[in-house]
């Protein structure tokens, strides 16, 4: 399919719906910059961009789907490893090597949506044993010293990028690239076989959707974005070190991202990404509070925001319109 016929086929009606809010995130990102004032604000909003794209994947396993990863940081810390050890082996750019970190990531989570559904896995299920994975593959990163550097870890070179601008806008063609797959498979096929897995497995299986190959398909989607994220943030990073990818530093924030933002929508990983990263930003002055000040300000949010921001928004908004029609 060429690009043309690619574009005409994504500005058809369904996703015509979606194409103003895909512009307005387009638009604030592209002007973004224009607001910094240092070189550390904006290297605070590529943060908000690069964990908006580890959101965006979580929405597509967990939100439509219901496997909750908990290996996130796993993931995009496979990604990222395998590029550079591979690219420092050969000699080469770690941009040569890519292709073989996203599809290494790709395929561990591929494998374990394959197991999980076959086994039939519950959400809780599914979490602990990517959980277990997460904590697995954080000692391999540590104890393979040879390879990876242990836990003081390793750094990145050869990449070629050396401006901070330059980098904050290849997150956001590539956030763009992700946002627009993520429309294109829920307005598809793809979207109604979520949909209808999310709602009730059973009653998928009873109408002849193949549970367990759409569910490997949104596992492998989600973490060959995940592995192409935490690749290029390796990159931009210019240093990689097992607690880079941690738990508590990936995917912990980007859990709570997806449900304070709202999950199963174009925006609410990208505002669930700025709302989180402006809140850590802000208790960065006061670290004893931090955690406590946090903690309250989430249940805050949880109490009056239950599907995230943007569902309560749009939700708002139309009973509004809906007030002022009649």
């Known amino acids: 399919m060429s690009v043309i016929d690619y574009v005409r086929e994504f500005t058809n009606d369904r996703g015509n719906g979606r ?25 605070v909003f590529t943060i908000v961009v690069v964990f908006a794209l580890f959101t965006v994947a979580l929405n597509i396993v967990f939100g439509h789907t219901d496997q909750l990863f908990l290996f996130v940081g796993g993931l995009a810390g496979m990604g990222a ?23 290494i990531a790709g ?8 197991v999980a559904a076959k086994r ?22 540590t104890g393979a010293r040879g390879l990876t550097g242990g836990s003081v870890g390793m750094p990145v070179q050869g990449v070629g990028i050396q401006s901070d601008i330059q980098f904050y806008y290849l997150f956001v063609a590539v956030l ?11 307005d598809s096929r793809y ?8 709602q009730e497995e059973l009653a998928a299986e009873a109408t002849g959707v193949d549970v367990v190959r759409y569910k490997v398909i949104a596992g492998t989607v989600g973490s060959l974005m995940i592995g192409f994220a935490g ?22 924030l980007v859990l709570i991202m997806l449900t304070l933002g709202g999950m199963r929508t174009l925006s609410g990983p990208v505002i669930g990404a700025i709302a989180v990263v402006s809140i850590e930003e802000i208790l960065a002055s006061y670290p004893q509070w931090r955690l406590v000040i946090f903690g309250t300000l989430l249940i805050v949010l ?21 007030s002022e029609s009649g």
Do not use: C, H
Request: aromatic residues 16%.
């Open 19 to 43: 194409l103003p809010e895909l512009g307005i995130i387009l638009a604030f990102f592209a002007v973004l910059p224009l607001f910094a004032v240092s070189g550390y604000l904006l290297r």
């Open 81 to 103: 490893y395998t590029t550079v050890i591979a690219a420092n082996s050969i000699g080469t750019t770690p941009w040569i090597t890519l292709p073989l970190g996203v599809a």
């Open 107 to 114: 395929m561990i989570g591929g494998t374990v949506s394959y």
């Open 120 to 141: 039939k896995f519950t959400v809780i299920l599914i979490a602990i044993f990517t959980l277990a994975l997460q904590l697995s593959i954080m000692e391999l990163l």
């Open 176 to 186: 763009i690239g992700f946002l627009v797959v993520y429309a294109r498979m829920i």
């Open 191 to 198: 979207g109604l076989a979520f949909e209808t897995i999310r």
């Open 231 to 252: 690749a290029v943030y390796a990159f931009w990073a210019g240093y990689i070190s097992p607690g880079t990818f941690s738990f508590l530093s990936i995917d912990v």
């Open 302 to 322: 949880y109490l009056n925001f239950r599907q995230g921001i943007v569902p309560n928004v749009k939700s708002a908004y139309r009973e509004r319109f809906a």
